[in-house]
């Protein structure tokens, strides 16, 4: 009740002596009003901070997101063949077995003719897609494209129902601190939701040498959730679900939606990916490196290298320039120089603002184009933790060892090569049954696991073989 209002109740029982009111129940009436207008405040100021809370940190109850959300979420089955080598020699002839592999993921709706959004290594290599609906339909789906290298792919079926798509919204605005929320089908649970907030924005662990940044949470993305929707506390799709630091970490990360907005556009038309190819090799400034290049900051992207024939050296660029700008826009440091330059198809005509030797100067080049595959498949290997190196005869010799395999430099602890065994010295000398000479032997071997996967290797250790497995993470 207004206090003007407890006022002039007040002086009305007050001044109407016409009524005989005693003094004592004037009294009490008066501390009776003055409690009530008491807790009157106080609850108005407590539903004011919740309003406020609300406003900035999201409701505390996502039971609405969810129930919105979940005819909009599938899951998706990679029904694939591998190639198994007989690693024991059982049979005859060293012949590979083809044995049928299915793995799970995940998927949404952005479209109400049966366009699901998803993660390129959830189809990868499929024989057969199958989709799930949450009422456990099961559609057969097509592959309408995919990039390997932002790991986002477009599958479709043929819907016999109302399907309701996603709202895709704007990734740029999300904040750290604010809710997220990650649906998908981790782990075989079938239509799963964890709930989070935003911790920070950038690469999925340490060891991830791609120039992408992703949306990190503290909330539970595990195989199986790939492809699902990350949704914000307004039930909008603000990422795809791709990856998480660890188990039991609880920290997950998650393809921006606004990269997918991009590609999903190209593929729809080409089904593929161009992308663009300059051929240095950059890295980052610091304060030193600006002082002694005579640079006022440390913004921009230094080129420590050049590969021989590439754009890059037709187009006159030298190692130690610093790229200072591409097509008119700041280049902040060497991985936003990455994203600009993959970002654009091959063939494009792009304009650098150099600095070189005190002063800046343009550059015209033409993009070539980028091979993803190879690229990715280095990727991979680096993630996998391992440096390797081929066995050198004058090695074998010095160390009494055998002069054919991979010998391991470094494994970085908790990465999927140190969890599954594998330590430095340990000279790797066969894998899925078969020798490897070169790390690149090496690499399409573990690039060709499917996620989840162990690759089978043997070691040679302390003068005796030793067999172990490395996981496909």
């Avoid at 609300?54 to 969810?66: E, I, L, N």
């Avoid at 990455?338 to 800046?360: C, D, H, N, W």
């Avoid at 033409?366 to 440096?387: D, F, N, P």
Wanted: overall charge neutral.
């Amino acid at each position: 009740m207004d206090n003007s209002v407890w006022a002039f109740f007040i002086f009305e029982v007050t001044v109407d002596r016409n009524n005989k009111i005693d003094r004592a129940l004037i009294i009490l009436l008066i501390v009776l009003v003055v409690v009530l207008a008491f807790f009157s405040l106080q609850r108005e100021t407590q539903d004011a901070v919740t309003a406020d809370q609300a406003g900035t940190a999201g409701p505390a109850d996502f039971s609405h997101v969810v129930e919105a959300a979940m005819p909009s979420l599938v899951k998706v089955q990679n029904e694939g063949i591998a190639a198994h080598p007989d690693v024991f020699g059982k049979l005859s002839k060293g012949r590979d077995i083809q044995i049928a592999e299915t793995s799970e993921g995940s998927g949404f709706f952005i479209d109400k003719a049966g366009l699901i959004l998803t993660n390129y290594h959830v189809v990868d290599g499929a024989q057969q897609i199958s989709v799930f609906t949450p009422d456990k339909k099961k559609y057969k789906a097509e592959l309408v494209g995919g990039d390997i290298l932002s790991d986002v792919a477009l599958i479709k079926i043929t819907p016999d129902f109302k399907v309701r798509p996603v709202t895709l919204g704007d990734s740029s605005r999300l904040k750290i601190g604010q809710w997220v929320i990650a649906m998908g089908n981790p782990l075989g649970l079938d239509f799963f939701t964890s709930a989070g907030i935003v911790s920070g924005f950038g690469p999925p662990g340490p060891n991830y040498i791609g120039f992408f940044d992703f949306i990190q949470a503290d909330l539970n993305i595990e195989p199986g959730n790939s492809g699902g929707p990350l949704y914000n506390a307004h039930g909008v799709v603000v990422g795809i679900n791709n990856a998480y630091l660890g188990p039991g970490t609880g920290i997950g990360f998650a393809i921006p939606i606004n990269r997918a907005k991009d590609i999903v556009a190209m593929l729809q038309k080409n089904g593929t990916i161009s992308r663009g190819f300059l051929g240095l090799i950059g890295q980052p400034l610091d304060a030193g490196l600006a002082e002694r290049l005579g640079l006022k900051d440390i913004k921009g992207a230094m080129v420590s290298g050049i590969l021989p024939g590439s754009p890059a050296e037709v187009g006159g660029l030298k190692a130690e320039d610093v790229i200072l700008a591409f097509n008119g826009e700041p280049v902040e440091n060497d991985r936003a120089l990455q994203e600009k330059i993959y970002s654009l198809p091959a063939e494009s005509k792009v304009e650098l603002s150099v600095f070189r030797k005190g002063e800046t100067i343009k550059l015209p080049v033409t993009l070539g184009e980028l091979k993803a595959h190879s690229l990715v498949t280095q990727r991979v290997i680096m993630q996998c933790g391992l440096t390797l190196e081929p066995v050198k005869p004058e090695m074998a010799r010095k160390l009494g060892i055998p002069s054919n395999g991979l010998m391991v430099l470094k494994v970085i602890p908790g990465c999927p090569s140190y969890e599954g065994g594998l330590r430095f010295g340990d000279i790797i000398r066969k894998v899925e049954g078969r020798e490897v000479n070169s790390v690149q032997e090496f690499y399409n071997a573990y690039s060709r696991l499917r996620p989840g996967r162990h690759l089978l290797v043997q070691v040679y250790r302390e003068g005796r073989p030793y067999y172990l497995t490395v996981k496909q993470d």
